[in-house]
């Protein structure tokens, strides 16, 4: 069974900086897409930040310039480096993975986390 745990979320003002965190369990493909999405009151579900199974990365407009993905395939973990954080990046952030760029690029991937909450004060 696979498993997806966020971590990381906390208030924090803005101009500041958090690092969430996302562990896979039972889901070892090393190629994996995986990603972070969010969700905001009242909005739907958006892309943050994806990265494939060579490292390619894509970022929402909103956020280029300010996070930065990264995954640690040896430790199946992934990572969102978020600074400059804005009151508007307040939202619950999920973490998910699929084989598939396109489908998880889609917001339909397989695997998904319960998600950590991020909450900035302007």
């Known amino acids: 069974q696979v498993q997806v745990r966020e971590s990381g979320g906390d208030s924090v003002q803005a101009g500041g900086s958090l690092r969430l965190s996302c562990s896979v369990f039972?889901?070892?493909?090393?190629?994996?897409?995986m990603g972070w999405f969010r969700q905001a009151p009242g909005r739907e579900r958006e892309g943050v930040a994806l990265?494939?199974?060579?490292?390619?990365?894509w970022y929402a407009d909103s956020v280029k310039g300010r996070f930065t993905i990264s995954k640690d395939n040896a430790k199946n973990t992934l990572y969102l480096e978020m600074n400059s954080l804005k009151f508007e990046d307040t939202a619950m952030y999920y973490c998910?993975?699929?084989?598939?760029?396109?489908?998880?690029?889609?917001?339909?991937?397989?695997?998904w986390g319960q998600g950590t909450q991020v909450t900035v004060s302007a």
């Open positions: 998910a993975a699929d084989s598939n760029w396109y489908t998880l690029r889609a917001g339909n991937a397989r695997y």
């Open positions: 990265i494939d199974g060579d490292g390619v990365d």
């Open positions: 039972g889901y070892t493909d090393n190629r994996a897409c």
